[in-house]
């Protein structure tokens, strides 16, 4: 039975990876923030530990717990994160630190942790949920935007570091998948924007409409569709190093190899309707 550390399981595609691969045979490690999460999780089936991405002490007690329990961790899914959402000039640093605290320095800690084993037993598999905007970028998403595009490119960096090493990694690329991420953008959004004193206060009223409403996006697929992905990366000889997983990313993926920037951009400011969609 090979054993797999998943982040960010208390709901959406982490508690579905969690789930999915469970059901496949794998010891899943599933981890959350929230105790009560955890002790759902638990109730489960699931070997559950607290897992705080933006906790450097809890991410090293969670590995702690993790290898008491196995010396054979041969998955790891980083999954955890959220979207800071927002026009740049009103991110303050403090807003923009919290977003990579969680979204980039937990996961490449975490990372570093569970690498020594992987190389000492010359296999494993590392997967990042990144997003399709980690290679195109919209408007009033640039915390997110910037800390997916940090993750893709530490990946790509450290493939390349581990290129003599059986240690495989992937990057998943989702678009629109049914998730708890509108709401979760919502509190980071409440908690950090300023919107009464903003130049941008009219985009701001769209966009919470669109954070508040339970109407899913054109093209959103359920999280078994980066189910599918995660289970081939693990099984594969050879894990694919990009997985795109909805019709978006699939076709901005075309279009950035196709079209210049100027048109990108034109493309990209109405593909985010100044917040709105």
């Not at 469970?22 to 599933?30: I, P, S």
């Amino acid at each position: 039975m090979k054993s797999v550390l998943i982040t960010g399981c208390s709901s959406g595609i982490g508690l579905c990876l969690a789930q999915g691969l469970k059901q496949d045979g794998y010891r899943v490690f599933a981890t959350a923030r929230d105790i009560k999460d955890v002790e759902q999780l638990k109730q489960q089936g699931f070997d559950a530990f607290v897992l705080d991405l933006s906790s450097s002490r809890s991410i090293n007690a969670a590995i702690k717990a993790v290898f008491e329990q196995t010396d054979d961790l041969y998955g790891l899914i980083h999954n955890g994160a959220y979207g800071q959402v927002g026009a740049l000039e009103d991110i303050s640093r403090q807003a923009l630190e919290e977003q990579f605290q969680t979204n980039v320095f937990g996961w490449h800690e975490l990372t570093n942790l569970v690498l020594p084993k992987m190389k000492s037993k010359n296999e494993g598999r590392i997967i990042y949920l990144s997003s399709v905007l980690g290679f195109v970028a919209m408007p009033f998403r640039g915390p997110y935007n910037a800390s997916k595009f940090a993750i893709e490119g530490l990946v790509n960096t450290l493939r390349l570091e581990l290129a003599n090493t059986n240690v495989q990694l992937s990057l998943i690329q989702p678009g629109p998948i049914e998730s708890k991420f509108r709401i979760n953008a919502y509190k980071a959004f409440m908690k950090h924007v300023d919107m009464d004193n903003s130049d941008y206060r009219s985009n701001y009223e769209k966009m919470i409409k669109r954070l508040q409403s339970d109407e899913l996006a054109d093209f959103t697929l359920p999280a078994t569709a980066v189910l599918k992905c995660a289970q081939h990366a693990l099984r594969a000889k050879q894990a694919k190093i990009h997985y795109h997983v909805t019709f978006p990313t699939k076709l901005f993926a075309i279009l950035m190899r196709l079209l210049p920037a100027w048109l990108m951009d034109k493309i990209l400011n109405k593909a985010g309707g100044g917040g709105e969609r």
